[in-house]
């Protein structure tokens, strides 16, 4: 049956060459051109400053950040970085009134993910007092610690744990924390105190009743297999018993957006933050983890859905757009080393370029994540989607 999300895949898949228009002499000149434009619409004061990284003006931040590590924008990269302060500084400011404690330590809607950038623009740019946000984000642990500290979603990516130890691992994967162990075990273990036994029983009944990355058990699981040096031996195992679950709840390449609901083909989500784009990242640091071939299968077939119905009528953005979704290829590039899968990651950026449509500058939902994707296919060795890697 045909799907209503998606446009019908027009491109003959991959027999030996990459598309003419992928090298870096075409890309680069796109990408500086979409900041200027994205420069041109982002607030840089402090009168909208909500939304985090995921919709916020921190997005671009991040964003500017991660193009100018690109030593191919080496002339760029002191504007870029100084833009960067700009924005993530009034961001900072915004959120250091936050009251809520609770919306301070959410990742991709709240101040965890901001300090989290703040602390890698200003090292970055040689400044010693990226101290000070990484103190604000040190000190948030404790927030998100006891098991329910929010009524709704303390596991999850955007606003509850998953996203404190994701924020955690960027730092670390850039030198900035050795994060506390008994921090990182506290949290750890808060998230594994719910992942029990009822999963196996009614996934209904579980902690996190979505599947997955934006919100669901996939992304849990995919940080906690990234902490596994702090988890004990029973709660490894229920992670692993619990990856395994999940893996066998795919359906046809694909998982529902709820766990124990049945896929509806003409209906079904091919995106990161719902289907196998976002769950395939689980299953990705799980091959990473323990080599067993049945994860890196997963992935792949997520990749063999998303060559089918991965061009999405939503948008370019990374959430639930193009780009999200051809991210998958980047990963598959990085965990196989065929070049089948840049070819398809190309094929999806001639597409991305290819769409008229409003300009929006967020991380998630706007230009900002596409110009990422870009800057990722000028070095597949190294992509990895925005703040959620699994290799480090
Ligand atoms: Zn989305």
Redesign the pocket.
């Known amino acids: 049956m045909e799907n209503k999300r998606c446009f019908e895949n027009r491109y003959v898949d991959y027999t030996g060459a990459l598309l003419s228009g992928q090298g870096n002499e075409a890309i680069v000149p796109i990408v500086i051109a979409s900041i200027e434009k994205i420069m041109k619409k982002v607030p840089v004061d402090s009168s909208e400053c909500d939304g985090g990284l995921y919709d916020g003006p921190a997005g671009v931040a991040y964003m500017l950040y991660y193009v100018s590590e690109c030593p191919l924008f080496s002339k760029q990269r002191d504007t870029y970085l100084k833009n960067a302060k700009q924005i993530i500084d009034v961001s900072v400011k915004y959120v250091d009134r936050e009251q809520d404690k609770n919306l301070r330590v959410a990742f991709l809607l709240g101040g965890a993910g901001i300090y989290a950038v703040a602390t890698m623009v200003y090292k970055a740019m040689g400044f010693s007092d990226f101290v000070k946000p990484l103190t604000k984000f040190r000190n948030l642990w404790e927030v998100c610690a006891p098991i329910s500290f929010l009524e709704c979603g303390s596991d999850e990516l955007f606003v509850g744990r998953t996203g404190y130890l994701c924020a955690a691992l960027l730092l670390k994967q850039r030198g900035t924390i050795a994060f506390c162990a008994l921090s990182s075990h506290c949290v750890c273990v808060s998230v594994c105190a719910r992942l029990c036994v009822p999963v196996f029983v009614c996934p209904c009944a579980y902690m996190c009743p979505f599947a997955g990355a934006?919100h669901g058990l996939s992304s849990i699981l995919q940080m906690l297999l990234s902490y596994q040096e702090v988890l004990s031996a029973g709660e490894k195992e229920l992670v692993w018993q619990s990856v395994d679950f999940l893996m066998n709840q795919e359906q046809s390449c694909n998982w529902p957006a709820e766990l124990g609901s049945i896929i509806q083909r003409e209906n079904e989500l091919v995106?990161?933050?719902?289907g196998a784009p976002g769950v395939a990242y689980l299953f990705a640091k799980a091959y990473l983890v323990n080599k067993r071939p049945q994860y890196l299968d997963t992935c792949i077939r997520s990749g063999e859905l998303v060559w089918q119905k991965g061009l999405l009528k939503k948008g370019r953005?990374i959430?639930?757009g193009v780009a999200?979704s051809a991210y998958v290829f980047l990963l598959l590039y990085r965990l196989t080393g065929n070049s089948k899968y840049i070819y398809r990651a190309g094929c999806s950026f001639i597409d991305v370029l290819h769409r008229t449509c409003v300009l929006m500058y967020p991380l998630?939902?706007g230009l900002s994540g596409t110009v990422c994707f870009l800057v990722d296919l000028l070095h597949p060795d190294k992509s990895e989607f925005p703040l959620f890697s699994v290799f480090v």
């Open positions: 934006a995106h990161w933050c719902h953005g959430c639930h999200g998630f939902e």
